[in-house]
């Protein structure tokens, strides 16, 4: 694969986008540079946020919302990992907005400006017709993504993420937090498939599997994710 392709990244201020970035800063150091990253934000970046960005060359397109029209630079890849949750949105429709539409709207816009990998966070359980609004919701992102036409999609379906929310300046999630906490003592029992993942063993995995741009829709689940993203 050529080093020099241009990747666009949405959802670079949370969990999985900012370890993204970390992974492509540790590429850059190791004289492994994988090219240009445009992040689409919604707002200017934190201090924080600026060095990730310098560290894997990364340069900001600022969006007043994440709906149509988007107009981007010429991409090869995109990687999108917006995601919420029903409490944080605060409504079935917010969370909609954000988790299908949104997604959908960014998938969208990167075919348009060239793109034609494209990487996608979703979830354990995802699935159209599940009776679990979040899984169902997740499902029909999983279908729209799908019927866009790039040549190579990458769907992750992680388990419970492992990260620190807090130091990223996100909202809380008490029922992620506790969740974890309530799983540390037994976490090596528990199957792979749906084991607690690290974001950064995720954002490896989508990387590595962008890399590769096997054609046609591959679905990466937690277990799979965890391996191929292990350091």
Known sequence: MSAARRLLLAGATGLVGRAV???LGQRAAAGQPRGPV???LRRPPDDQLERALARADGHVLVTSGLGPP????SI???LIALGT???VAGSHDAFRAVDLDAVLAVARAARDAGAKRLAVVSALGADANANVFYNRVKGQMEDAVSALG???LVIARPSLLAGDRAALGQP?????RWALRLLRPVQGLLPATVRPIAASAV???MLAALDEGQPGRQVLPSAELARRGAP
Do not use: K
């Open 76 to 78: 090869d890849d995109a």
């Open 70 to 73: 988007l107009r981007l630079p």
């Open 203 to 205: 954002a490896r995995a």
């Open 150 to 152: 790039f040549d190579s």
């Open 38 to 40: 445009w992040a689409l």
């Open 172 to 176: 809380a999630r008490p029922g992620e």
């Open 85 to 87: 949750t029903i409490a």
């Open 21 to 23: 970035l970390d992974a």
